[in-house]
Each structure stands twice: as structure tokens, then as C-alpha cells.
């Protein structure tokens, strides 16, 4: 046993050796001007290297056929919960059938009842994007609460993120040329009201409605940190605050407001922070919100601006994920670069790990028009092909008349562009060479038998993939290789399901619990599965997991596996 043990051992380091996983020197190219990292492969000792690290780690890499055997009478003793969609998807269509690319829908005037929502969502929309420039905050509360509802009684997977350029506003004119000094104990008035010169200890902001829902008591935050303030009165639509963390007011710096530790709205699982022009504001969030949100939140940046590109790569290593607008980046960026700039921008987030939302005139035409124009479909098909993890639309489905449709084509047009590209035999894998990420020894070979998974997913033309993650890393890991089969990424926490749903590729499940035996989480999963009518026997999956035991060490029960579904 222990000599076919170290056979397959082998064999796995094989297959990790052939990923393009670890980087020579840097090389060097420009992208508008500014110099990009990527890096060129080095083959040389590249399976000495991975197979001294995966000894070393004692990584249990198992590659034998097992059978999965139905426990047919017997009862699952936990739960699991699967959007209604997806589940509807498996039973008509199978594995083959579920769409890779996700679909981000803006919540407007058009389409914020329940019974639109619930069509949205019906229809493929993974995330709702409110822009909290629009409207009032109870009105953004109310739709966050129907989402909610829809997915605890309808089945529903939707996330809901918000767009900060009206929870983050920006402070207009404070009464000085450049920066003021915000001492603690003093107390300043923030208003919209707009007035000539400077006021002392005055700031106006540019949302009119910027005041509405908060209460006194809230804290208010200056630029992610910068300075804080509590809301010590409200006199009509102003705030009287006191300074609490003496810091700087900057120009055109942003605000946002926090109730018991936490953003003033509940239940939102991404932030798409405005107009970022570097790494330090999305640090300064994320910094915040680990320390005082009581779930995990994941920040986005916006690319609109030239400075956004001139610092892009910190930027995406900072963030959560990038939103590309190429609305406004059309303002500041010729418009025929335009196309090269939205690929160069997907490239090193797939470099980086981190998805990508290509957002902004998609379907443009559809506000007004129930059907698309030929150019908006082939600009749609061209996102697709360059494995954006997400589309979204703006005022297609926030303001116009054919929502609906509108979502419609996003998901006709991309599923039948991944069908293309699996047909075809479009590698997409292949097609880049990744950057090595992992710091620790535990993350560079979970980045390697995700690498190594993908490969052998497609080389033996598996169904599916199913991973057990509890973190979700290794979901997004596998992601990030675009493998031609569906990725089941079963987790027992809510906010890592809620935090996938703009990963290409990936459907979260979340489960009641799961067993440091993956043995025994393949079993029910697989049978409640089974159960449901969501597969069918025959079906080969290639299972990864990084669950294991609290008293081994994590890096031994990182593991392959592949099973056929009877």
C-alpha cells in the first residue's frame, strides 16, 4: 500500500509539474504607459521543486476510481441549500447545462418589487446592485429586505452589493484650498445645503439625501479611517458630529456611516467602493471591516479613472474583486483603447485571483428597445470570451422598460458562447501563464492541486467538480482556471456562499455542516443530490477538499479525488 501510495504521489506531482504555476524573472511590458509585471514560465526543476514540497507537506493526492454507493432508504442527517436555479438547471439540462458566466442586474425604479425581483432572479440574475446615489436609504433598506426574503422563501441564491457613490459621498468643499484638521472633541455640521466662501467647522456634501436614515449615535468615517465622527444631533437634514479619531479632511474625500460597528444597511455581501485611484482606501476599508462587521464583506473596486489604471495591479491585489466602468473610463481613456484596456484589466485579475465585473453599456439599446443591436450582442460575446467572471447591467434593467429581456440575452448570449468555446476545445487554461500566489507553504499546494485538478478535469472530461471548502479558496482557486466542467463549491458558511456568487464557474452550496471524513461529505452530498434529481448515475466528478481534522496539520488532508456518481 505504501508503495502504491508513493505511485500516485508521483503521479500527481506530474500532472501539478505541468501547470504554469511558478515564475523565472519578471517580464516586463507596459500597459498605457505604465510598466506591467507578468512573468515567463520556467520548466526547468519545476516537478523537483513540486514534488519536494508536496512530500514535505505529506499531501494525501488520491487518484484511484472509487464508487459512490446509494443509501437508498436511509435519511440525510444534515441539510443543504442550492439556488432554485440551479437546481431547476441540473434536473432538466444536467451538468452540462449550467452557465459559467454570472449576471450582476442594477436594482432601479424599473424593477424593485418583489414580484420583479423574483422575475430577476428567475431569470439569472446572481447579484443585485443597488447605487446608492439613487434614492433614499429606506428605500435601498426596503429592497435589500425583499432580496432577502426571495432567498429564504423562494430558494434563491442572490447577493446584494452596493455601489458606494451615495453611502460614500463626496464632501464637496469643507472651506479650505486643500486639507483641514479634524481635532477629537470638536464638532462639526455636515449638510448639503450650498453656500458661497467658507463656513468654520462646516462640510456639505453632494447627495441631497445624504442624511436620511441615520441616527444619532452612528459613527460617521472619513476616507475608510482617515477620521471618525459620532452623530451627536440631527437638526433637519444636517448632521452635528463629533470628532472621536482626530485625523485629516482631504478634498473630495468620502463618507460613510456605521450603527453598532457595522455599515448602516444590513445584509450586503459586496461593497463596490468609487473612483478608487489607489491601494490605500480599499486597505483602509477592508481593515475596517475586519474588525467590525460581524460577517465577511468582500470590498471591489471601480476602474474608472486614469489613475485606477496607472495603479491597477495594487489595486486589484488590495481589493476583493474588480468592477470595470467603462462608462466613465471612456471619459478619461481614448475610446479605441478602450477594448485593449478592458482585456488588459481581465488578464491580471485572472493573474491575480480576484474576479472581474465588466459593466456599462452592455445592452444599451434595451432601455428603450425590447431587442438588442448586433454590435451590443458581439461586445457581449467578446466579454465572454475573455472569461470575465461577471456581466452587469446599469440602467438596462434599473430604469428601462425590458429588464427581463434584457437579462434574457445576457444568458442566452453567454451560455452559448461557453458551449462554443468547450466544443471548440478553447483551453482556457492554456491560454495564460498563471503568477505564483500563495505565500506559505499550505497555500502554494492547495494553488497547485487546483492547477493540477483543472488540468485532469478536462483531460478526462469529467461532469462536474466538487470542492469542500470552508474558507472558499480553493472554489476560487479552481475558478481561476476556467475548467470546462461546473464547479460545486460546498461550504457551511453563509457569507462564503453569499461571496462566490461572482465567481465564474462556481455554484455554491451551503450545507448544515461538513465532516472533518471527506469520505462522508462526498456520501450525503452526492446522495442528497441524488435525492433531488440533480444527477444521475454514470456522472464522473472530480472532488477536492480542504477540510481536515483540527489535530493534523491542514496541509495533509488537501486532496483529489475522482468518483463515479451509481
Given at each position: 500500500?505504501?508503495?502504491?501510495?508513493?505511485?500516485?504521489?508521483?503521479?500527481?506531482?506530474?500532472?501539478?509539474?505541468?501547470?504554469?504555476?511558478?515564475?523565472?524573472?519578471?517580464?516586463?511590458?507596459?500597459?498605457?504607459?505604465?510598466?506591467?509585471?507578468?512573468?515567463?514560465?520556467?520548466?526547468?526543476?519545476?516537478?523537483?521543486?513540486?514534488?519536494?514540497?508536496?512530500?514535505?507537506?505529506?499531501?494525501?493526492?488520491?487518484?484511484?476510481?472509487?464508487?459512490?454507493?446509494?443509501?437508498?432508504?436511509?435519511?440525510p442527517?444534515?441539510?443543504?441549500?442550492?439556488?432554485?436555479?440551479?437546481?431547476?438547471?441540473?434536473?432538466?439540462?444536467g451538468?452540462?447545462?449550467?452557465?459559467?458566466?454570472?449576471?450582476?442586474?442594477?436594482?432601479?425604479?424599473?424593477?424593485?418589487?418583489?414580484?420583479e425581483?423574483?422575475?430577476?432572479?428567475?431569470?439569472?440574475?446572481?447579484?443585485?446592485?443597488?447605487?446608492?446615489?439613487?434614492?433614499?436609504?429606506?428605500?435601498?433598506?426596503?429592497?435589500?429586505?425583499?432580496?432577502?426574503?426571495?432567498?429564504?422563501?423562494?430558494?434563491?441564491?442572490v447577493?446584494?452589493?452596493?455601489?458606494?457613490?451615495?453611502?460614500?459621498?463626496?464632501?464637496?468643499?469643507?472651506?479650505?484650498?486643500?486639507?483641514?484638521?479634524?481635532?477629537?472633541?470638536?464638532?462639526?455640521?455636515?449638510?448639503?445645503?450650498?453656500?458661497?466662501?467658507?463656513?468654520?467647522?462646516?462640510?456639505?456634501?453632494?447627495?441631497?439625501g445624504?442624511?436620511?436614515?441615520?441616527?444619532?449615535?452612528?459613527?460617521?468615517?472619513?476616507?475608510?479611517?482617515?477620521?471618525?465622527?459620532?452623530?451627536?444631533?440631527?437638526?433637519?437634514?444636517?448632521?452635528?458630529?463629533?470628532?472621536?479619531?482626530?485625523?485629516?479632511?482631504?478634498?473630495?474625500?468620502?463618507?460613510s456611516?456605521?450603527?453598532?460597528?457595522?455599515?448602516?444597511?444590513?445584509?450586503?455581501?459586496?461593497?463596490?467602493?468609487?473612483?478608487?485611484?489607489?491601494?490605500?482606501?480599499?486597505?483602509?476599508?477592508?481593515?475596517?471591516?475586519?474588525?467590525?462587521?460581524?460577517?465577511?464583506?468582500?470590498?471591489?473596486?471601480?476602474?474608472?479613472?486614469?489613475?485606477?489604471?496607472?495603479?491597477?495591479?495594487?489595486?486589484?491585489?488590495?481589493?476583493?474583486?474588480?468592477?470595470?466602468?467603462?462608462?466613465?473610463?471612456?471619459?478619461?481613456?481614448?475610446?479605441?483603447?478602450?477594448?485593449?484596456?478592458?482585456?488588459?484589466?481581465?488578464?491580471?485579475?485572472?493573474?491575480?485571483?480576484?474576479?472581474?465585473?465588466?459593466?456599462?453599456?452592455?445592452?444599451?439599446?434595451?432601455?428603450?428597445?425590447?431587442?438588442?443591436?448586433?454590435?451590443?450582442?458581439?461586445?457581449?460575446?467578446?466579454?465572454?470570451?475573455?472569461?470575465?467572471?461577471a456581466?452587469?447591467?446599469?440602467?438596462?434593467?434599473?430604469?428601462?422598460?425590458?429588464?427581463?429581456k434584457?437579462?434574457?440575452?445576457?444568458?442566452?448570449?453567454?451560455?452559448?458562447?461557453?458551449?462554443?468555446?468547450?466544443?471548440?476545445?478553447?483551453?482556457?487554461?492554456?491560454?495564460?501563464?498563471?503568477?505564483?500566489?500563495?505565500?506559505?507553504?499550505?497555500?502554494?499546494?492547495?494553488?497547485?492541486?487546483?492547477?493540477?485538478?483543472?488540468?485532469?478535469?478536462?483531460?478526462?472530461?469529467?461532469?462536474?467538480?466538487?470542492?469542500?471548502?470552508?474558507?472558499?479558496?480553493?472554489?476560487?482557486?479552481?475558478?481561476?482556471?476556467?475548467?470546462?466542467?461546473?464547479?460545486?463549491?460546498?461550504?457551511?458558511?453563509?457569507?462564503?456562499?453569499?461571496g462566490?456568487?461572482?465567481?465564474?464557474?462556481?455554484?455554491?452550496?451551503l450545507?448544515?455542516?461538513?465532516s472533518?471524513?471527506?469520505?462522508?461529505?462526498v456520501?450525503?452530498?452526492?446522495?442528497?443530490?441524488?435525492?433531488?434529481?440533480?444527477?444521475?448515475?454514470?456522472?464522473?466528478?472530480?472532488?477536492?477538499?480542504?477540510?481536515?481534522?483540527?489535530?493534523?496539520?491542514?496541509?495533509?488532508?488537501?486532496?483529489?479525488?475522482?468518483?463515479?456518481?451509481?
Amino acid at each position: 500500500m505504501a508503495a502504491a501510495s508513493e505511485s500516485v504521489l508521483l503521479r500527481f506531482g506530474n500532472e501539478v509539474a505541468k501547470q504554469p504555476t511558478l515564475f523565472s524573472g519578471p517580464m516586463k511590458s507596459r500597459f498605457l504607459g505604465v510598466p506591467v509585471t507578468s512573468g515567463a514560465i520556467s520548466w526547468a526543476g519545476r516537478k523537483r521543486q513540486v514534488d519536494s514540497r508536496l512530500r514535505l507537506a505529506g499531501v494525501r493526492a488520491v487518484a484511484e476510481a472509487a464508487r459512490v454507493q446509494s443509501l437508498s432508504g436511509q435519511e440525510p442527517n444534515f441539510g443543504m441549500a442550492i439556488d432554485t436555479v440551479a437546481e431547476e438547471v441540473l434536473r432538466g439540462e444536467g451538468f452540462s447545462g449550467m452557465r459559467k458566466t454570472k449576471l450582476v442586474c442594477t436594482i432601479g425604479p424599473a424593477c424593485c418589487s418583489l414580484l420583479e425581483l423574483e422575475r430577476l432572479a428567475a431569470g439569472g440574475m446572481n447579484v443585485a446592485r443597488l447605487n446608492m446615489c439613487h434614492n433614499s436609504r429606506d428605500w435601498h433598506r426596503d429592497v435589500i429586505a425583499k432580496i432577502k426574503k426571495l432567498n429564504e422563501q423562494k430558494g434563491f441564491s442572490v447577493s446584494v452589493m452596493i455601489d458606494t457613490e451615495g453611502s460614500q459621498i463626496h464632501v464637496v468643499d469643507h472651506g479650505a484650498p486643500s486639507s483641514l484638521k479634524a481635532e477629537e472633541g470638536s464638532v462639526w455640521v455636515f449638510t448639503s445645503q450650498k453656500f458661497e466662501g467658507s463656513r468654520p467647522f462646516t462640510v456639505r456634501a453632494n447627495f441631497e439625501g445624504f442624511s436620511q436614515g441615520i441616527m444619532v449615535g452612528d459613527e460617521l468615517v472619513i476616507d475608510g479611517g482617515m477620521a471618525s465622527f459620532v452623530v451627536v444631533e440631527k437638526m433637519g437634514d444636517d448632521l452635528r458630529c463629533k470628532c472621536t479619531d482626530p485625523g485629516l479632511l482631504l478634498p473630495r474625500a468620502k463618507m460613510s456611516f456605521w450603527r453598532n460597528g457595522k455599515l448602516s444597511y444590513h445584509g450586503i455581501d459586496f461593497i463596490a467602493v468609487s473612483f478608487v485611484s489607489d491601494a490605500d482606501s480599499i486597505k483602509q476599508l477592508k481593515n475596517y471591516l475586519s474588525t467590525s462587521s460581524s460577517k465577511s464583506v468582500k470590498v471591489l473596486a471601480k476602474v474608472e479613472t486614469l489613475e485606477s489604471l496607472q495603479n491597477l495591479e495594487e489595486i486589484v491585489e488590495a481589493s476583493d474583486g474588480i468592477m470595470v466602468a467603462r462608462g466613465d473610463l471612456g471619459v478619461e481613456v481614448p475610446i479605441e483603447q478602450i477594448p485593449t484596456v478592458q482585456e488588459e484589466i481581465t488578464r491580471i485579475c485572472r493573474q491575480l485571483n480576484k474576479p472581474v465585473i465588466i459593466a456599462s453599456q452592455l445592452l444599451e439599446s434595451m432601455i428603450e428597445y425590447p431587442t438588442p443591436t448586433r454590435a451590443e450582442v458581439a461586445d457581449v460575446t467578446e466579454v465572454v470570451r475573455q472569461y470575465a467572471d461577471a456581466l452587469m447591467l446599469s440602467g438596462e434593467s434599473a430604469i428601462g422598460s425590458n429588464g427581463q429581456k434584457a437579462v434574457s440575452v445576457l444568458k442566452m448570449v453567454s451560455s452559448r458562447m461557453e458551449l462554443w468555446t468547450r466544443e471548440e476545445h478553447q483551453q482556457a487554461s492554456a491560454l495564460y501563464s498563471y503568477k505564483k500566489l500563495g505565500a506559505s507553504l499550505a497555500d502554494r499546494i492547495a494553488e497547485a492541486i487546483c492547477n493540477s485538478a483543472v488540468e485532469m478535469a478536462n483531460n478526462l472530461g469529467v461532469d462536474a467538480i466538487f470542492v469542500y471548502t470552508k474558507h472558499g479558496e480553493m472554489a476560487s482557486l479552481l475558478s481561476r482556471n476556467r475548467p470546462n466542467p461546473p464547479i460545486f463549491a460546498f461550504t457551511n458558511d453563509r457569507s462564503v456562499r453569499m461571496g462566490l456568487n461572482l465567481q465564474w464557474g462556481v455554484i455554491p452550496v451551503l450545507v448544515d455542516n461538513l465532516s472533518e471524513d471527506m469520505e462522508a461529505n462526498v456520501l450525503k452530498t452526492t446522495q442528497l443530490l441524488k435525492t433531488k434529481g440533480m444527477v444521475k448515475r454514470g456522472c464522473s466528478v472530480l472532488v477536492v477538499s480542504d477540510i481536515f481534522s483540527t489535530s493534523a496539520t491542514p496541509n495533509a488532508f488537501q486532496s483529489i479525488k475522482m468518483i463515479t456518481i451509481s
